[in-house]
């Protein structure tokens, strides 16, 4: 089973800039397709962006294209997303997963991932 902890979030005024980050630990990390989500308060939790197992292939939600990368380091076991010009309706808890099958190239779909994080709280200020 794979774990996963986030950090990196924090309070940003708009147009700011953050770089979220997630620390994999246990199963072999680098057979998986990881994602980051994210729950705005009293909202569903929503697709921010896809790297496909290798790091070969990405894929962002519309809302953040443009703005915001994700990237992965399999040796490290690690996982990134800069986030650049941000607005306030980026303001959510973020929460990087692990797709459940392997060599995947990553799904948009919450169900389709079996291991989480707990969350890092990003808040950006009008």
């Known amino acids: 089973q794979v774990q996963l902890v986030e950090s990196g979030g924090g309070l940003v005024q708009a147009g700011g800039s953050l770089t979220l980050s997630c620390v994999a630990s246990?199963?072999?990390?680098?057979?998986?397709?990881m994602a980051w989500f994210r729950q705005a308060p009293g909202k569903e939790r929503e697709f921010v962006a896809r790297v496909n197992w290798s790091g070969g292939s990405t894929y962002y939600a519309d809302s953040v294209k443009g703005r915001f990368t994700i990237s992965r380091d399999n040796v490290n076991n690690t996982g990134a997303l800069r986030m650049n010009s941000l607005k306030p309706e980026d303001t959510a808890v973020y929460f990087c997963?692990?797709?459940?099958?392997?060599?995947?190239?990553?799904?948009?779909?919450?169900?389709?991932?079996?291991?989480w994080g707990q969350g890092t709280q990003v808040t950006v200020s009008s």
């Open positions: 246990g199963r072999a990390f680098s057979m998986y397709a």
């Open positions: 997963a692990a797709e459940s099958a392997r060599y995947g190239w990553g799904s948009q779909r919450s169900s389709d991932y079996g291991a």
